[in-house]
Each structure stands twice: as C-alpha cells, then as structure tokens.
C-alpha cells in the first residue's frame, strides 16, 4: 500500500490510518510501500517505518521499497527522474536497515546479480517488477535470489511465442511466488485464473492500494500527479 503522496505523508500517523483502513476492508497483511523517490525520501520511511514498528510490532509487515531500481520502459506512474540503477551507498543503507525493509522490487535486467545477493543475503526479500527483462534476464534474477514478482502482467512485457519475457520466466519458475491485483481492470479475469492453474499457491492476492483508498473522492494525488477518480476508477 503506496503511502509517498508527498514527504509530508510519509510519518508513523499516516501508517496509522492505513492500518485502520485495511482492518475495514478484509486486508489480512499490510506492507506499507514507497515507489520510487530520493534517496532522503527513502531514509525518512525506512526511519518512519522502524518507529511505526516500535509502536505497533504487529501491525505491518515491515516496508517494501518498489523501486528505484526500476527499467524506465516500464516505469508506470512512478517519476523517471528518480528512476536510476543501484549505487554502492544506497545498496548498503537497505541491507543495514534489513531489519525493517521486508521487500525490495527491481527490475532485473538493470541490476547486477551482485546486488540482488548482497540484499537477499541481509534478509530483504528481492521481487522482480516493472521490468522489460526477456525471459534469460529474468532467469539470471531468479538465480541471483529473486523469489517473488510484483503485480504479475502489469509493468512487465507481454508473453510471446519466441520470447516468454518476465511474465513467462514467472510460470516457469515453480518456487517464485507472485502478486496479482484482482480488481477485474488490470488484469483480466481470465489471465488470473490462467495464473492460479499455472503458479498455484505461489500466488498472493495484492491490493496495489494508494493512500486515498477506503476514501470517497473525487480526486486524489501520486507523487507529482494529480488524478480525477469516476466511479471508484482513477
């Protein structure tokens, strides 16, 4: 659940809220999740989550950073002038908070199998996600340590007869589990069904959720976007 609309947003009050609206809405786990921002946006949610949890130890699963490891290709809503490749400073920050960074997701093609070790090896959890990574890029992830996909077919290359891509790499992986957003508009009924014959308890029902969920608006705000909201549809 997106929680960076501003940096303003990002504090323990806000978790708070969240945590309130996903106990309404039958949410059974809660990962509170930056995309992709500045280093010092990151360091204030790592900073955020860990007094979240000192608070509130059983609440949250800890934070998931997506992005800003990201392919810009399949960037999604997430800003492109955050979106960049791995630096050693940044990489050892998330391994030394490893203790409040449940998940990281990244795009495999644009980082170096050392680094999905190095992260994996602090304890973090490396998911691969908004990715233009063929089927070879993705397997040389999965090898690195990679267990677990971000919103399986969205932000990711369609599957085609010669080339499988992210998605087909995904199905071909017995023991990488996946999320899905099963809300009927970014992934078609017929696909997730196809996923759950294909990946079968590896697959996590995810929410994708944004701050303003649980809310009635008429508008409402990613990170330097405005969005008008019709019928629950933004």
Known sequence: MQFNDSPEAVTVETLEIMQ?????SGCTSFLPTLITSSDDLMKQGVRVMRE??????????GLHLEGPWLNIVKKGTHNPDYVRKPDAALVDFLCDNADVITKV???????????????????????????????????????AGITFATHLYNAMPYITGREPGLAGAIFDEPDVYCGIIVDGMHVDYANVRNAKRLKGDKLCLVTDAT????????????????????????
């Open 52 to 61: 979240y949890l000192q608070k509130h130890p059983n609440q949250a699963l």
């Open 211 to 234: 701050a303003p969920a649980g809310r009635i608006l008429t508008s409402s705000f990613l990170p330097g976007k405005q969005y008008t909201t019709a019928m629950g549809c933004a």
């Open 105 to 143: 997701t990244l795009a495999p093609e644009r980082v170096e199998p050392e680094v999905i070790r190095k992260l994996v090896a602090a304890g973090i959890v490396v998911s691969a996600g908004h990715s233009n990574a063929t089927l070879k890029e993705a397997k040389v992830g999965f090898r």
């Open 20 to 24: 309130k609206a996903n106990e309404r």
